[in-house]
């Protein structure tokens, strides 16, 4: 049938446990209901299938060149929360259902496979293949699945990539990459930011651009990371939280009303 709002929805199977005789009551009781702090809408869990990138070796080499002194860490405290985050080795998931950011540039393939058996359950698992260009996808889906070039169909994932992936190429990407070797700009001499972004954006930094460069040559070999300025209470300042002080009113100043 026709699809509804999933409160609709809740009702509806609620009309009819009624109509059939198999509503037993309904009680109150204690729940945090999570809202997004922007909307305000009320948000529930839905599994959905993600894209990770495997982060084991990727760590283990962060983690040596901090050890080796490799990668100089300002002050050296932050070394121990580098390592103690980074031994951990979780895989990362890249994708985000948003409707800004980078594409993810993956490409199912719809048609053109050659003929193959089917699994248990009938269906035939889905076949991905990447390129930055649908006729690049397509040439892949030749070459490495014999499919068919008459044929070829190819279906680009929906998903953008998170923007900390995005934003760890950072280094590379300015410096000219991928349609040059980085030369110019790169390594950077120091990379100095918030101490809270150390492994968000820093280590994966780090990671990410060690990895693609051609040399495997690190983007930079140190941190340096100043303090937060705080609110009253000693939280980080957000502008979700509305705990932020208005750059204006430092300037101009601002009266109790």
């Given amino acids: 049938g ?3 709002h999933r409160f609709t929805g809740r009702e509806m199977i609620l009309s009819g446990l009624r109509q059939d005789g ?8 204690p729940m945090v209901v999570k809202r997004c702090s922007r909307s305000g809408d009320i948000i529930e869990p839905i599994l959905y299938p993600q894209w990770f990138l ?3 070796d990727l760590c283990k080499h962060a983690v040596s060149a901090v050890e080796n002194g490799d990668l100089k860490i300002t002050p050296s405290d932050h070394a121990d929360v580098w390592k103690s985050w980074l031994s951990e080795e ?3 998931c890249i994708s985000r259902q948003l409707y800004w950011g980078h594409r993810m540039p993956v490409w199912r393939v719809v048609d053109g496979l050659p003929r193959v058996t089917e699994g248990a359950d009938g269906r035939d698992d889905d076949v991905w293949v990447v390129g930055t260009t649908e006729e690049e996808a397509k040439k892949v889906a030749v070459e490495s699945h014999g499919c068919n070039p008459a044929e070829v169909s190819v279906l680009q994932e929906a998903d953008v990539l998170d ?4 934003s760890a190429l950072l280094p590379l990407s300015t410096a000219g990459w991928p349609a040059t070797e980085p030369t110019d700009f790169y390594p950077l001499s120091v990379m100095e930011t918030g101490s809270d972004i150390l492994f968000f954006w820093v280590a994966r930094m780090y990671m990410l651009c060690t990895a693609l460069h051609p040399n495997k040559q690190p983007p930079f070999p140190e941190v340096l990371l100043h303090p937060l300025v705080r609110d009253p ?3 980080k300042m957000s502008k979700s939280k509305g705990n932020v002080v208005d750059p204006l009113d430092i300037m101009n100043g601002a009266s109790y009303d």
Avoid: C, L, Q
């Fill in 233 to 235: 209470s000693g939280a």
């Fill in 22 to 29: 198999f509503y037993r009551g309904a009680a109150t009781h």
């Fill in 54 to 56: 495997k982060m084991a």
């Fill in 163 to 166: 923007t900390w992936f995005s």
């Fill in 2 to 4: 026709d699809r509804v």
């Fill in 90 to 92: 979780r895989d990362w």
